[in-house]
């Protein structure tokens, strides 16, 4: 895929996104706006310049796009395991699914490392929550 | 002379042990907080503000600002050396992470440091002679004033960042538009909500910093198997004469810059940042180098951020108006401690207004201690190996979102733009126009409304008024600028992307040496 293409597409995709729904909310007129008024207009601004880009990525040679989803989806992944788990049993539970998901997205895996940074992070979390008052719910 | 004896009044003051404890305090959180990627001085002073009901009134608003202007110290720290930035250090981050590439990264600390140092000591005279001038200046812009200024933000934002006015002005659409999800604060109406409660209040801004550049740059050194992070721990600090030289015309540029859009709401220190950058491109003797590595590249912005969070003071203490929500959080303190911040505030207080004056030069100079000979003891913990390192900064990124609302959902917002920020990065789409479209997006829509009000629904009024008028023909002279720029470029053989493309590290945040379409 033409990344420069992509990218165009993307940004028109997002102006018509907010542009149609903009025309959910009252528009009103330019001296008595609507909540729709202000992102109709920039959706419309948005949508003109994803055009341009469109007309411009004719012109330029083809860039290929490379995503790599593996290590993102183990960040991310690893982050909704912090809330989901932390919801569950408390924060502490939460950083060490954090710790031993995301290190999955490193290069080297250590288990004896991932629990050394688990506890270490732990004791931070109860330095967080006794000296600055932070009531994340540890357990 | 009048100014001069309350500065000595004021320092009376801040000299006191009590205070000046308060102020260290402030000045080593604020460089901490400002250190670690995932902490804010936003959380942090949120966090801390249930802590000052039990400190004096001075000693609280002494430490709180001293958090505010010392995170501005401490973020270039790691916006130099892991790139990354807070909102306040996006465009040091461009250079300094340059430099740290060339194993400059000594220069570029000492440079962001004394250039810090410098901005904050001229802000300061700006703060102590010309509170009230100044003030007036805020009173002058109309509501179509502010939106020519945010416009013409934007534009520097696009050519600075990206080199490209379509992909820059596309970003901070997009960030405008992500503004407008939440509550529409004149009709009371949810838009773009879907109903999640955590969207009521709109996308937080950590979130969004948080996501857009630590995760996505977390995961792209993942991607191209850094196991640490370019910086190796070995700085040599003090810099040649020849290099001094540089730094310091750059900073005094920086700081006037700073110290004036540090005043106007709607500037602060993000876009006083962008306009020194782009100043420095367009006036320094080394302007070809901008981009690449540049010691002005650094200095410059360094000191306008300083010199901007500095005089970002002046419309909450000669006006009475927040400029920022770090100023908003101050005035909070200010009405918490009895204080109504505002033009009587002067002569009601004296003593408090001089003495948090003064206590900026002194922290100032605490900033410069901490920030340039003790920087190795900071800079210890980037000597962690990478594996170790990346999940400590992801737990921060959790503690930094969650501590805002007290709400672990937020992270769910984090995540996803963690996941938009990896898209946009490898889509060659920077995310800093996002950025600040993003904070700037509701007042540009509240001074555009306000603005055709006023004016009936007429677009007059933007070429009526004198500064509003000179500021669009400065939109539009750029834009043509970035016109003829394209058509030059076409004529020697294509758009500028036909020429290989920029190594990875620099792709995103290093602007062309031509401006394109």
Avoid at chain 2, 3 to 24: I, P, R, W
Avoid at chain 2, 84 to 107: F, N
Avoid at chain 2, 227 to 251: D, V, Y
Avoid at chain 2, 473 to 480: D, F, I, P, S
Wanted: net charge neutral; aromatic share 8%; charged share 10%.
């Amino acid at each position: 895929m033409n990344r420069n293409l992509v990218r165009a597409l993307l940004i028109a995709g997002l102006a018509l996104s907010f542009g149609a729904g903009s025309f959910r909310y009252s528009i009103g007129d330019l001296s008595d706006a609507g909540p729709g008024l202000f992102p109709l207009m920039i959706s419309a601004l948005l949508l003109a310049v994803s055009l341009m880009m469109i007309a411009r990525s004719r012109y330029e040679s083809a860039v290929p796009i490379e995503i790599g989803m593996k290590r993102i989806s183990l960040v991310l992944g690893g982050l909704i395991g912090f809330v989901l788990v932390s919801k569950a049993v408390g924060v502490i539970g939460g950083i060490v699914a954090l710790v031993f998901v995301t290190a999955l997205a490193g290069r080297s895996y250590s288990w004896r490392r991932n629990l050394q940074v688990s506890i270490a992070l732990i004791a931070v979390a109860f330095a967080l929550q006794s000296l600055l008052g932070l009531n994340i719910g540890l357990y | 002379m009048d100014v001069l004896q309350n500065l000595a009044m004021g320092f009376e003051h801040a000299l006191t042990l009590q205070n000046l404890m308060y102020c260290a305090i402030g000045c080593v959180v604020g460089t901490l907080v400002g250190l670690l990627p995932g902490l804010g001085p936003l959380a942090t002073i949120s966090l801390l503000l249930p802590l000052t009901y039990s400190i004096p009134v001075n000693g609280a608003l002494i430490m709180l600002a001293g958090i505010y202007y010392g995170a501005q110290y401490g973020d270039s720290v790691s916006a130099i050396t892991m790139k990354i930035p807070h909102a306040s250090s996006i465009v040091t981050c461009i250079d300094g992470y340059q430099l740290t590439l060339k194993r400059q990264t000594g220069l570029a600390l000492f440079t962001a440091g004394i250039s810090s140092f410098i901005g904050g000591t001229v802000a300061i005279v700006v703060l102590a002679w010309l509170t009230p001038l100044l003030g007036r200046v805020a009173f002058m812009l109309g509501p179509a004033d502010y939106c020519m200024l945010m416009l013409f933000g934007f534009m520097c934002v696009s050519v600075v960042t990206t080199g490209s006015v379509l992909n820059g002005l596309a970003m901070c659409f997009v960030g405008v538009l992500l503004a407008q999800v939440g509550t529409d604060v004149q009709s009371g109406v949810q838009r773009f909500t879907f109903n999640l409660d955590t969207l009521y209040d709109g996308i937080n801004l950590v979130s969004v910093a948080l996501g857009c550049f630590g995760i996505a740059e977390i995961t792209k050194n993942l991607d191209e198997g850094e196991e640490r992070s370019p910086f190796n721990g070995e700085i040599h600090l003090i810099p040649s004469w020849a290099n001094f030289k540089r730094i310091m015309p750059s900073a005094l540029r920086g700081s006037l810059v700073g110290s004036i859009l540090g005043v106007l709401p709607g500037g602060g220190a993000t876009v006083a940042q962008f306009v020194s950058y782009a100043f420095e491109k367009k006036t320094s003797k080394y302007r070809r180098e901008i981009g690449s590595g540049a010691i002005e590249g650094v200095a410059g912005p360094a000191a306008a951020d300083e010199a901007a969070a500095r005089t970002s003071f002046i419309p909450l203490m000669s006006i009475g108006i927040p400029e920022n929500a770090v100023t908003a959080l101050m005035m909070a303190a200010f009405i918490i401690k009895g204080v109504q911040p505002g033009p009587n505030m002067i002569e009601k207080n004296p003593d408090l207004f001089w003495g948090l004056v003064a206590s900026m030069w002194i922290g100032n100079c605490f900033l410069l201690l901490l920030n340039v000979p003790l920087v190795r003891i900071w800079l210890s913990v980037f000597k962690i190996p990478y594996g170790v390192l990346f999940p400590s900064i992801l737990f921060f990124c959790c503690i930094g979102t969650f501590s805002i609302n007290n709400n672990l959902n937020d992270i769910f917002v984090t995540v996803a733009f963690g996941f938009v920020g990896y898209i946009l990065m490898r889509l060659s789409l920077d995310p800093s126009p996002l950025m600040l479209g993003f904070i700037l997006g509701p007042m540009l829509e509240e001074n555009f409304r306000r603005a055709m009000l006023l004016s009936r629904g007429s677009f007059e009024v933007f070429v009526t008024r004198p500064i509003s008028a000179t500021l669009l023909a400065l939109v539009v002279a750029l834009t043509l600028v970035g016109v003829v720029g394209a058509l030059r470029a076409g004529r020697r053989g294509g758009l500028a992307e036909r020429h290989p493309p920029p190594p990875p590290d620099c792709e995103t945040n290093t602007p062309p040496s031509a401006m394109v379409i």
